[in-house]
């Protein structure tokens, strides 16, 4: 794979730079003359710039393989999340997952917007419907429904009250619309 290629390439830069540094401490480890310091800190500055390197090479390895998991997981339709420690096993999509996918398709809105801090109205039904289905369709807590949506529990208690209020409004034939 890829990634797998990048990362060992990477790897072995960082070893041989580690040698590097290495082999300096010991060529120079006991002189406290200032030209010896003037050379080792010269080696561990380059070495610094050749990690820093390392460092912008992997994080655009990780940016390709991320972007191509996302591709994947586009095609097929779905989020399936990695079990750790199988290669290649997969667990199914989640209660939870699903109703957010179920109330994304139905308000248009995407799990994206339901997780930003923007307050217009389709997006506040949305958040809501999800905080209200997934409390009572699945045994997750307030607290747990709040970091899937990066809020405060007392803000997904809140939206789940006033999706209440609605639903018992709509079946007492009051009618609020969903829009």
Known sequence: MLHEFHEEKIRQQCKEADLKYRALLIKHGHLLCDEALKAALDEVNGLRGVMENLLAQLDVAITDVEAERNRLIARQGGENIKVAGIKGARVPESKAQKI????????????????????????????????????????????????????????????????????????????????
């Open 100 to 179: 957010i996918r179920e109330i994304s398709a139905e308000y248009g809105v995407t799990f994206d917007a339901m997780r930003s801090t923007k307050r217009q109205r389709p997006i506040v039904r949305a958040k809501q419907a999800c905080f209200y289905r997934i409390y009572n369709e699945t045994n997750h807590s307030f607290p747990t429904i709040a970091r899937m949506f990066k809020l405060d529990h007392t803000t997904v208690l809140h939206g789940y009250n006033k999706e209440r209020e609605r639903r018992e409004a709509e079946n007492n034939g009051l009618g609020q619309s969903r829009s």
